[in-house]
């Protein structure tokens, strides 16, 4: 239990949380979760299906009909075909990492991860006892990664590779050269799997195109893919995600589901068969609201002396570079919000290499970003 980390967004969400019921003004920035609420048509479908008796069990991987319009969306969004028998539908996007890590971590194991990275990654791999073995982010290629490198470090020990593109915390996009430079090196590593973390896959700005390591056919019988609804379709509460395995796997991720969760919950699931297939313009709506938001808050965190924040093109973070404040990320991350009132999460939660960082969420509006942004400035002085 003690190699196992935590989420440091929700430790500070829990103490905006207790800084507004004690009566401050709060401005949250912190937490990664859109602040539209979820389209109605989706909201409706999971009532209905309340209405309508879906209070059982479903099968443990889920609705035959929501695993096959998860293979439409990958059809529509990767241009890729896919077998609804090698999906597996989660209670969010969690459990397919969880299951990755449990079948490919071990004692001896290397398991590879971006870094700054979302932290279950890191935290995971040292409780499956494998090594983590970070993979630079750069933010002088916008965060992405070299493949050179990472090729560098691949060894008989090495078991798996996380990608995640576009990237939590850092927005960046890992550019399709990259991407293919990767495939083309694990040529020689036929012993290493992939994850690829693709639940950003429609945030993409300034007309990137979602690159996804599908596209790469020799890689399909060791890539698992990992997506799901919450940040696409605001349905972060509802916990619904999915799992695209290759067919050697299926079986076994599907007996950790059956272990672990069983089954992911039956009206939820009609809510997503709902958001796959109905009217796709609340996400193209929020798209577009975020993309205004990600030019409005790089602007104003590039305003602030000691910062310096490259453009993110995808998820809906800006990750700036604070070194020029002369502290250091937790202590700038305290600082916001227990002087200014705003909540923001230290580069650090996120891996030793995002020192020198801090992570502003831009899924909250325009006014709330301005307000941060003056208040941040007023207290930097």
Known sequence: MSRLGTETAFDVLARAKAMQAAGKDVINLGIG??????PPNVSEAGIAAIRDGYHFYTPAKGLPEVRAAVCEEIMRVRGVEADPENVIVCPGGKPTMFYAMLMFGEE???????????????????????????????????FSFDAASVLA???????????????NPTGGVVPKEELAALAEGLKQHPHVAVLSDEIYSRLTYDGEKHESL?????????????????????MTGWRLGWGLWPKELVAHAERLQINSVSCPSAPVQMAGLEALRGPQDAVDEMRAAFDERRTFIVDGLNSIDGFRCVMPKGAFYAFP????????????QDLLLEEAGVATVSGTAFGKLGE????FSYASSKEEIERAIERVKKVLG
């Open 321 to 332: 570079n604070i070194e020029g404040t002369g502290r250091t990320s937790n202590e700038l």
């Open 108 to 142: 001896g194991a290397e398991i590879m991860y971006p870094n700054p990275g979302f932290p279950i990654y890191e935290s995971m791999i040292e409780a499956s006892g494998a090594k983590a073995v970070p993979i630079e982010l750069l933010e002088s290629k916008g």
């Open 214 to 234: 599908m596209q790469f056919e020799h890689l399909r019988d060791r890539l698992i893919v990992l997506d799901g609804w919450s940040k696409t379709y605001s």
């Open 153 to 167: 470090k691949v060894n008989e020990r090495t078991r798996l590779i996380i990608v995640n593109t576009p990237a």
């Open 33 to 38: 979760a859109p602040d539209f609420q979820t």
């Open 356 to 359: 020198g960082y801090v992570r």
